[in-house]
């Protein structure tokens, strides 16, 4: 599929080029415009159970799926948030694993599942009980709030980065979450409680922005406006 990421400095898009045939899965209400050559469907990628995993992962119930029926045509996907959007191909030798609203479209032969974290990681990590597993060959595009940076990580190398940052790393790294300082008083009064620790090799993806700092920011902002609207 060929495609080009427009407006990266701001409020990107994803132009597909479809093929007669050619499908792309993508996250419900991604689609921005479309050829009339392309048809929009709505489904759950694999069944009711895998539907309501996702939503447990923070995603959406069912995928919007836009496939070339009637001869090539253009599709344009975004996502609501602003921020940055990336392409990472995968060739099957490994996956991804995603926080949730980082996934965005995928091609057909990408895999979309979730998987359990275990329940310590689940309960502090922030991010639920489950996250996204991205497997297969194809290309996956990633969104994210505020701009995307990649960490390198070399074999034995550890990097710490705040849950709310997270958006995507390589499945067979080694992570933990854990507090941020030595002490559960340190950690809490520094603002960032609990992180992850990342083990290399590898690499992770972080958002520059945390939507839930940016929630709270909001809502002090209304506290000292005497939430107004």
Avoid at 31 to 53: C, F, H, K, P, Y
Avoid at 102 to 107: Q, S, V, Y
Avoid at 172 to 189: P, T
Avoid at 211 to 220: A, E, I, M, Q, S
Wanted: proline content about 2%.
């Amino acid at each position: 599929m060929n495609y080009e990421i427009l407006y990266q400095d701001a409020f990107p898009i994803v132009k597909c080029q479809l093929r007669r045939g050619e499908r792309l899965k993508a996250e419900s209400d991604a689609m921005i415009g479309m050829s009339a050559t392309v048809e929009v469907t709505g489904g759950t990628g694999g069944g009711i159970m895998r539907g309501l995993t996702r939503m447990l992962a923070g995603e959406s119930f069912f995928f919007q799926y836009l496939t070339a029926q009637r001869g090539e045509g253009e599709v344009l996907i975004g996502h609501s948030v602003p921020g940055s959007i990336i392409d990472v191909e995968l060739d099957g030798s490994y996956g991804l694993k995603v926080q949730k609203d980082g996934f965005l479209a995928a091609t057909e032969d990408v895999e979309i599942d979730t998987k359990a974290q275990n329940l310590m990681r689940g309960i502090f990590s922030g991010e639920g009980l489950f996250i996204l597993n991205i497997t297969g060959r194809g290309t996956v595009f990633l969104s994210s709030y505020g701009a995307i940076h990649a960490i390198n990580l070399a074999p034995g190398e550890e990097y710490v980065v705040d849950n709310g940052h997270l958006v995507a790393w390589a499945d067979y790294m080694q992570y933990s979450i854990e507090k941020a300082s030595n002490g559960w008083g340190n950690s809490i009064m520094s603002g960032e409680c609990l992180v992850c620790r990342f083990r290399g090799p590898g690499i992770v993806l972080i958002q520059t922005r945390n939507p839930k700092g940016f929630k709270n920011w909001l809502t002090g902002l209304g506290m000292c406006t005497g939430g107004h609207n």
